[in-house]
C-alpha cells in the first residue's frame, strides 16, 4: 500500500512539473533546481550569481526553506528577484509549491529562475519541480564519502558544483574521489570546482549557465 501511494503522490507531481516545464519554455526561461544539504552555501552562490549574470542576465530566485525568510532577503540585496516558499516543515519542494508562486513572476522578463531547494540530501532529488538541470552543491566539508551515501542526488543532477575549495588545506577531503564516484553513478554530469571566497571556478560556472540560456551562445 506505501508503494502505491508514493507511486501515486510521484506521478501527480511529475504532471504538475510538465505544466511548469511548458510556462518556462513557452517564455524561454533556463530553470534549474539548486539542492544541496544545509551549509554548503547555495545562498551565497546566488548572490555571487547575481553579480557575475546580473548586468546580462535577468534572474529570478524561488527561495525554499522550512522557516524564516533570510536566504530571499540576502538574494534580493543581491539585485535579484525572489519569492520565498516557507514549506512548514517539509523537507522538499514540489512542483506544485513551485506552481502555486509562478504568478508571483514575470516569466517572459526572466532568462533563468533558480530553485533554490530545502537543504537535504535526500528528498529533493527524488521531485521534479519542472526544471531543465537539477543542480547539486557539494562543500568539501562534508566529505569526499556523500557520493556513495546519497547517490540518487548525484545520479540525477546535470551539474555537480564542489564548493569551498579554498578550505582544502585544512579538511580531509580527496575531490579526486568525488569526481570519479560521482562520473561513475552519472558518466554525463558536469562537475566544476568552485571558491564563492577566492572566486575559483565562478567564471566557468557563470558560462555553462550563460550557454544554457542562449542555447549554446554563452
Not at 547539486?136 to 575549495?165: A, Q
Request: include cysteine; proline fraction near 3%.
Amino acid at each position: 500500500m506505501k508503494v502505491s501511494v508514493v507511486k501515486n503522490i510521484l506521478d501527480a507531481n511529475d504532471r504538475i512539473a510538465l505544466e511548469n516545464r511548458q510556462r518556462f519554455d513557452d517564455n524561454h526561461v533556463f530553470a534549474i533546481n539548486l539542492m544541496s544539504s544545509p551549509g554548503a552555501g547555495k545562498t551565497t552562490l546566488l548572490e555571487s550569481m547575481g553579480k557575475g549574470l546580473g548586468d546580462r542576465f535577468r534572474v529570478g530566485v524561488i527561495e525554499g526553506d522550512i522557516q524564516s525568510s533570510l536566504d530571499a532577503e540576502r538574494v534580493a540585496k543581491a539585485g535579484l528577484a525572489a519569492v520565498q516558499i516557507e514549506t512548514g516543515g517539509a523537507c522538499h519542494l514540489d512542483a506544485n509549491m513551485i506552481q502555486s508562486c509562478l504568478g508571483n513572476f514575470d516569466l517572459a522578463a526572466l532568462d533563468l529562475l533558480v530553485v533554490e531547494n530545502v537543504g537535504n540530501l535526500v528528498c529533493p532529488a527524488e521531485f521534479n519541480t519542472g526544471e531543465h538541470a537539477k543542480v547539486m552543491l557539494l562543500s568539501v566539508t562534508e566529505g569526499d564519502d556523500k557520493p556513495l551515501k546519497y547517490p540518487l542526488m548525484f545520479r540525477e543532477s546535470k551539474v555537480l558544483l564542489i564548493s569551498k575549495v579554498d578550505l582544502l588545506p585544512h579538511v580531509r577531503c580527496d575531490v579526486e574521489l568525488i569526481r570519479k564516484t560521482a562520473k561513475g553513478l552519472n558518466p554525463d554530469i558536469t562537475i566544476f570546482e568552485i571558491s564563492t571566497y577566492t572566486g575559483q571556478g565562478l567564471d566557468e560556472w557563470h558560462a555553462w549557465l550563460a550557454g544554457q540560456i542562449t542555447g549554446g551562445e554563452g
